[in-house]
Structure formats: C-alpha cells, structure tokens
Nanobody, 115 residues
C-alpha cells in the first residue's frame, strides 16, 4: 500500500513563500502523473499543478508565474514551490500520484496566507 505524506505547509504573509513536499512511502511503478490540488473552505477541490512522467507541467491560471512543481529523480517526491503568496491561496493542499490507472492521495497540509 503506497502512502503519500505532505509537509511544508504553514502560515505565510502575503508576498511570502512556502515549499510543499510530498513523499511516497514506496516505489510507485507505472507512475504517469504527480499533481497538487487544493481545497479552500466552502469550495471544491481544484487542480493547482501537475507534472507528467516526461516532465511536462501544467498550472492553474491563478498560480502561473508564482508556483513551480518539480519532482526528484527517483520519482518518489513531488514538490511545489510557492512564491508571492496571496490570501486566496489559503487552502488545504493535497498531493496526488496517478500510477497504473490508480490515484493515490496524501492527507493534506494546511497553507494559510495572512498578515
């Protein structure tokens, strides 16, 4: 059973930065995509960014130019570097790994942007 563990969330001021990491507990074979989602209170979960096995990335319009998704060479970790944070980035952030047509989710990490 693969388990994903996120870390790096917390409190940041507007304009500040945070780096989220997601580590898999075991090798994920047949990995095709790693993603970050977020869910703000009262809102649906939304895709923030994802990266394919080949390294192709996509971003939500709201985070383009501010967030950067990356993964390590062993493909067991996916990171989200967040810069120029805004209050509207406040949410629980979840990582997801898609492998062999299965989705694995982390438990989420809280990001709060407030002065």
């Amino acid at each position: 059973q693969v388990r994903l563990v996120e870390s790096g969330g917390g409190l940041a001021q507007p304009g500040g930065s945070l780096r989220l990491s997601c580590v898999a507990s075991a090798n994920i074979f047949g990995f095709s995509r790693m993603s970050w989602y977020r869910q703000a209170p009262g809102k649906q979960r939304e895709l923030v960014a994802d990266i394919t096995y080949r390294g192709l990335t996509t971003y939500a319009d709201s985070v383009k130019g501010r967030f950067t998704i990356s993964r390590d060479g062993a493909k067991k970790m996916v990171n989200l570097q967040m810069q120029n944070l805004k209050p509207e980035d406040t949410a629980i952030y979840y990582c997801k790994v898609t492998a062999s047509a299965l989705d694995y989710w982390g438990q989420g990490t809280q990001v709060t942007v407030s002065s």
